[in-house]
């Protein structure tokens, strides 16, 4: 069983030299992970706070970086966030997020699921 997957961010992550960091990993989450994260003061007190704290346990690499915390995750662009956030959920086989689409030629309205590729 695969516990590691890479990606690649689509904007990066830009460190305080301008150098952009786009390729990294994210492993497996564990059940210590997301209740370790329950418990964090930084999200006891404000609860959005939890993506944050869990990303940075399980985002084991960033290209050029030495350590990936809760500063390099929480200073993301959105777009890198959501996008982590979705692999998130699709690696720990959490319900993809859908959408509805409707077939131009017969009019049936489909439920698809929201795609990404993870390499990996």
């Known amino acids: 069983m695969e516990t590691v997957f890479d990606f690649t961010l689509p904007k990066g992550y830009m460190d305080r030299n301008g150098e952009l ?5 994210m492993r497996l989450a564990t059940a210590g992970d ?8 930084r999200v006891l007190s404000n609860p959005s706070y939890l993506t944050i704290v869990i990303l940075s346990k399980v985002v084991t690499e960033l290209e050029g970086m030495e350590m990936v915390g809760v ?7 959105t777009a890198d966030l959501a996008f982590l956030q979705d692999m998130y959920q699709r690696i720990n086989d ?4 859908t959408m509805e689409v409707v077939c131009p030629d017969c009019g049936k309205v489909f ?6 590729t993870v390499e990996g």
């Open 71 to 77: 500063n390099v995750i929480e200073k993301l662009f």
């Open 94 to 97: 959490i319900e993809p997020p």
């Open 34 to 41: 997301e209740i370790g994260a329950t418990r964090d003061p």
């Open 21 to 25: 960091h786009r390729k990294g990993k």
């Open 111 to 116: 439920r698809v699921p929201l795609n990404f």
